[in-house]
């Protein structure tokens, strides 16, 4: 445990100072432009004060600033999500974590997910303790978002409609197809419902094997949906998919050209 210790007077000034002109996170280029010092000095400054307790380190040249109640710097993140903007922005909030967000699912997860233009070499860091999951997104993809306020930080999260097709697009970032599914049962109850928009998305996203998981999980979801599920079909690709890449499918649905699990086939007829 880091226990901190005491700063002198010129320190616990400037401390103040970055604690005012900053948001929870403060980098060495942003104290050196606060405190009116060089670059190398921050970095210093910045170095000690994490030492003595006062800072967390993240990564190399940033830190977060530890509550002054805590008796010591070994905690968490306060707020996983605000830190995300200054590790891999440009980048969003996805998949279950948004899905948690917009009220989709009652599961808790504990990592959180990021969909990121950036391609981090580690796709599941931890960070203080709070894990991630890294997805890799082109620029032209970053649509469908919504800003949120976590404390003073605005934070970019994908709507409802956005999180579906990402779910759909990679099964993985709704825990699964089954979860994804529930998910998409959720949304399709919910205020937030908007078929039409969910297709101009996967069209806009351009990944095939949306609309063969999407159609298929509607026919079965909401059958009456059937302007949605036509527009499936008619953007359906040559391709044959998988429902869940992750799963064993030896059993294929012909109409929506997808592998999917024998059970999946069974509840299907």
């Given at each position: ?18 604690i ?18 060089s ?5 210093k ?11 967390s380190?993240?990564r190399r ?7 002054l109640?805590?008796?010591?710097a070994?905690?968490p993140?306060e707020?996983?999500w605000v ?5 891999y922005?440009p980048?969003y909030?996805?998949g ?8 989709m ?5 504990r990592?959180v997910?990021?969909?990121t233009t950036?391609?981090?070499?580690d796709?599941?860091?931890?960070i203080k303790?709070t894990s991630f999951?890294l ?6 993809a970053m649509?469908?978002?919504n800003?949120t306020w ?5 934070v970019?999260?994908?709507?409802p409609?956005?999180t ?7 099964p993985t ?7 994804t599914t529930?998910?998409l ?14 297709t ?5 996203l351009?990944?095939?094997a949306v609309?063969?998981r999407?159609?298929?999980l509607?026919?079965r979801?909401a ?5 949605a ?5 008619s953007r359906?690709?040559k ?9 064993n ?6 109409r929506?050209?997808?592998w ?10």
């Amino acid at each position: 445990m880091q226990l901190i210790s005491g700063l002198g007077k010129t320190d616990r000034k400037r401390l103040a100072a970055l604690i005012r002109g900053t948001k929870g996170s403060v980098s060495v280029g942003e104290a050196a432009t606060i405190l009116e010092v060089s670059s190398t000095e921050a970095a210093k400054m910045l170095a000690r004060w994490a030492t003595k307790g006062w800072l967390s380190r993240v990564r190399r040249g940033l830190y977060v600033l530890v509550p002054l109640e805590s008796p010591t710097a070994d905690v968490p993140l306060e707020d996983p999500w605000v830190i995300t903007n200054r590790l891999y922005s440009p980048c969003y909030i996805g998949g279950w974590s948004a899905a948690e967000h917009w009220g989709m699912t009652e599961q808790i997860f504990r990592t959180v997910v990021v969909m990121t233009t950036m391609r981090p070499r580690d796709h599941k860091p931890v960070i203080k303790g709070t894990s991630f999951l890294l997805r890799t997104v082109p620029q032209e993809a970053m649509f469908g978002l919504n800003a949120t306020w976590r404390g003073q930080v605005k934070v970019s999260v994908s709507d409802p409609t956005r999180t579906i097709v990402d779910m759909l697009a990679d099964p993985t970032l709704g825990g699964g197809i089954r979860s994804t599914t529930d998910m998409l049962n959720a949304y399709l109850r919910s205020e937030n419902k908007n078929t039409k928009l969910l297709t101009e998305y996967a069209a806009r996203l351009g990944n095939g094997a949306v609309f063969k998981r999407l159609g298929f999980l509607l026919e079965r979801l909401a059958p009456d949906e059937q302007e949605a599920i036509g527009t499936c079909l008619s953007r359906l690709t040559k391709g044959r998919a998988k429902l869940d890449p992750h799963l064993n499918a030896d059993k294929l649905v012909t109409r929506w050209r997808l592998w999917v699990p024998d059970n999946w086939k069974a509840e299907a007829a």
